[in-house]
């Protein structure tokens, strides 16, 4: 399900939330370019709540910056299924260390985690 550039901002988690919900065979979601930034967090926690089975998700250019160590504990709950995640072209910078620990040392069930475009040496 492609949701890229829809303006989605405090509305993404509802948004996430009941499309998930309603379409459970969902496996992709792209929410790129939404400019979550302060919500990414409680979108995350939608998306991977008990009964998601997201399992790719793209949260790239959505002005993710101290959020992000949040959203990623978000996207690696106990019932999370997500394999791969796309959070390039954020703002994570000094965060994306933590960030990158959470999502791909601590837990096993990550594959992919794309950080380009983060300014990762910002302090």
């Known amino acids: 399900l492609n949701l890229s550039d ?3 901002q405090e509305h993404g988690p509802l948004t996430a939330l009941n499309l998930t919900q309603q379409y459970s065979k969902i496996h ?10 302060e919500f ?5 926690a939608h998306l991977c709540g008990q009964y998601s089975k997201i399992q790719t998700l793209n949260l790239s ?7 992000g160590p949040k959203t990623a ?3 690696t709950g106990p019932h999370s299924k997500v394999q791969n995640i796309d959070l390039s ?3 994570l910078g000094q965060y994306a260390a ?11 069930h990550i594959h992919t985690v794309n950080f380009a ?7």
């Open 6 to 8: 829809n303006s989605l």
């Open 28 to 37: 992709t979601l792209n929410l790129s370019w939404n400019d979550f930034g």
């Open 40 to 44: 990414a967090p409680e979108t995350a």
């Open 61 to 67: 250019a959505n002005g993710i910056s101290e959020d």
């Open 73 to 75: 504990m978000a996207l």
């Open 89 to 91: 072209s954020n703002e």
């Open 98 to 108: 933590q960030t990158a620990l959470q999502l791909t040392v601590e837990h096993s």
């Open 117 to 123: 475009r983060n300014d990762l040496e910002a302090h």
